[in-house]
């Protein structure tokens, strides 16, 4: 009777043991990456996907990890080029599960300067407030380069980390879930800056709930796209709803800009 106890206890502890293996496998950083220059990144397709700044030190619960990892498989089975901006900041906090991305570019805070061509640009990581919205600010500048046509910008919401103390208003109906929801996912945990405040934008449109209210949500923490692309008609659109119309554009045909929010890759892949 012992020994079948003993075996089983052995059974357990190798299954368990096996499972911390793999966990700890996966969570292993991409040590010393290689880096390319701007001028390597060659954009022929129809999309491309921008990962910006996946990282511990700015998204300590790792919140955004499964999305962005799910969005960097899905753009890898579809043959979407994938870039990672990356800082100076310790490459062990960085959390790609994935390490052989098309592009690797150092980015200081978000920005990007390329030739870019892809018409859909898929955009995870974070901050959405700071380095991603960056990132964007920096798409829309060179599209504005090029002769006017239209442009995707798709978000996977898992995917995308944003520090809601910049994009929450106490004015909110919702203010009040918003400070109870941070309440409970940092339980307990030091009073740090890696931690304050720092969500998916997934988890606030769960705390938001109301569609018409997520909508004027995104409207309002969207980068400034009227001064960089004035002449666009500009569409809101949330997993697949009837867009909302944020600027007119000029002209009887003006280029489209569409904003698209969607849940996950795993439910709406590229």
Same mark, same amino acid.
């Given at each position: 009777?012992?020994?079948?106890s003993?075996r ?7 299954w +368990?043991g096996?499972?911390?293996?793999s ?5 292993a950083p991409c040590?010393?990456p ?8 060659k954009?022929?397709?129809r ?6 700044h996946?990282s511990?030190?700015f998204?300590?619960r ?6 962005m990892?799910?969005a960097?498989?899905a753009?890898?089975a ?5 870039i990672y ?6 490459e062990r ?6 390490c052989?991305p098309?592009? $690797?570019?150092?980015?200081r805070?978000?920005d +990007? ?5 892809p018409s859909?640009?898929?955009t995870?990581?974070g901050h959405w407030?700071l380095?991603q919205s960056?990132?964007l600010h920096?798409?829309?500048?060179l599209w504005? %380069?090029?002769?006017a046509?239209?442009? $995707?910008?798709?978000v996977?919401m ?10 929450f208003?106490?004015?909110?109906p ?9 309440g +409970? ?9 890696v ?22 949500f995104?409207?309002r923490i969207?980068p ?8 666009? %008609?500009?569409?809101l ?7 909302? +119309?944020?600027?007119k554009?000029?002209?009887?045909k003006p280029?489209v800009?569409?904003?698209e ?7 709406f892949?590229?």
């Amino acid at each position: 009777m012992h020994s079948l106890s003993l075996r089983g206890s052995m059974i357990r502890g190798f299954w +368990i043991g096996a499972l911390l293996f793999s966990i700890s496998a996966k969570a292993a950083p991409c040590l010393k990456p290689v880096f390319n220059s701007p001028e390597e990144v060659k954009l022929t397709g129809r999309s491309v996907l921008i990962a910006t700044h996946p990282s511990r030190a700015f998204d300590g619960r790792m919140a955004s990890k499964v999305g962005m990892d799910a969005a960097v498989k899905a753009a890898k089975a579809r043959k979407i080029p994938v870039i990672y901006l990356q800082d100076d900041g310790d490459e062990r906090d960085y959390f790609f599960e994935d390490c052989e991305p098309d592009y $690797r570019l150092f980015s200081r805070d978000g920005d +990007i300067r390329v030739d870019l061509r892809p018409s859909q640009v898929i955009t995870v990581g974070g901050h959405w407030e700071l380095c991603q919205s960056r990132t964007l600010h920096d798409v829309m500048y060179l599209w504005s %380069r090029q002769p006017a046509r239209d442009l $995707r910008i798709t978000v996977y919401m898992d995917g995308t980390y944003m520090k809601g103390s910049l994009s929450f208003e106490e004015s909110d109906p919702y203010y009040g879930d918003f400070t109870r929801f941070m309440g +409970i996912v940092n339980y307990d945990r030091p009073g740090s800056e890696v931690f304050n405040n720092k969500l998916t934008l997934l988890e606030a449109m769960g705390i938001i709930s109301r569609e018409f209210r997520q909508l004027d949500f995104l409207a309002r923490i969207l980068p400034h796209y009227a001064r960089t692309l004035p002449g666009h %008609r500009v569409e809101l659109r949330l997993n697949g709803s009837v867009p909302r +119309i944020l600027q007119k554009g000029k002209g009887p045909k003006p280029p489209v800009l569409t904003f698209e929010f969607l849940s996950s890759a795993m439910e709406f892949g590229p």
